[in-house]
T-cell receptor
Framework: KQEVTQIPAALSVPEGENLVLNCSFT??????LQWFRQDPGKGLTSLLLIQSSQREQTSGRLNASLDKSSGRSTLYIAASQPGDSATYLCAVRSNTGTASKLTFGTGTRLQVTL | DGGITQSPKYLFRKEGQNVTLSCEQN?????MYWYRQDPGQGLRLIYYSQIVNDFQKGDIAEGYSVSREKKESFPLTVTSAQKNPTAFYLCASSGPGQHSSREQFFGPGTRLTVL
């Protein structure tokens, strides 16, 4: 059974700092990995999706990497801003069966302070 | 604007009542999903549907039911058999196509509270 872990559970950094969020998964047989952002009381916003054949994806100040063999992904946020404060979730789509079923981590709650 | 809508935003249920949460999408996605989110836990899959008139149980389907009569709509009913229904419910969709990335997009959620 796939299990997804995110460390740290919470992180507080000053504005302008570069930071890395970590995601690990137990079964390397994945189809893709998706990073989401969730603001308090809101739905999830998709940030980046990395296919299993890819090593990284970039969108603006965000860069996500994937090392499938070691079961790890990182989300790099450059020059953090207070508006980046949110919970960041990673989710893995395993390539067993035909359904697009995601297994989620419990998230990293990020606070960027002035 | 294309997107996923969920209603209501807040819902209160009395003991023994069935309630239905609405989810509508205009993204022309073939697959739709229902998740439950509890504090300190990751999202857990309740039900999913790959095509109209077909759906499968997820990891925590007991006490829930769904229907998929239209491509755009995937309502979730929380029955009285669900013993701990207080949670944040999220609907998602993905597609199209069998070999697409199936990136999932989420609605704004419904917060259900049992009184």
């Amino acid at each position: 059974k796939q299990e997804v872990t995110q460390i740290p559970a919470a992180l507080s950094v000053p504005e302008g700092e570069n930071l890395v969020l970590n995601c690990s998964f137990t079964d390397s047989a994945i189809y893709n990995l998706q990073w989401f952002r969730q603001d308090p009381g809101k739905g999830l916003t998709s940030l980046l999706l990395i296919q299993s054949s890819q090593r990284e994806q970039t969108s603006g100040r965000l860069n996500a990497s994937l090392d499938k063999s070691s079961g790890r992904s990182t989300l790099y946020i450059a020059a953090s801003q207070p508006g980046d404060s949110a919970t960041y979730l990673c989710a893995v789509r395993s390539n067993t069966g035909t359904a697009s079923k995601l297994t989620f981590g419990t998230g990293t709650r990020l606070q960027v302070t002035l | 604007d294309g997107g996923i809508t969920q209603s209501p935003k807040y819902l209160f249920r009395k003991e023994g009542q069935n309630v239905t949460l609405s989810c509508e999408q205009n993204l022309n996605h073939d697959a739709m999903y229902w998740y439950r989110q509890d504090p300190g836990q990751g999202l857990r899959l309740i039900y999913y549907s790959q095509i109209v008139n077909d759906f499968q149980k997820g990891d925590i389907a007991e006490g829930y039911s769904v229907s998929r009569e239209k491509k755009e709509s995937f309502p979730l009913t929380v029955t009285s058999a669900q013993k701990n229904p207080t949670a944040f419910y999220l609907c998602a969709s993905s597609g199209p196509g069998q070999h697409s990335s199936r990136e999932q997009f989420f609605g704004p959620g419904t917060r259900l509270t049992v009184l």
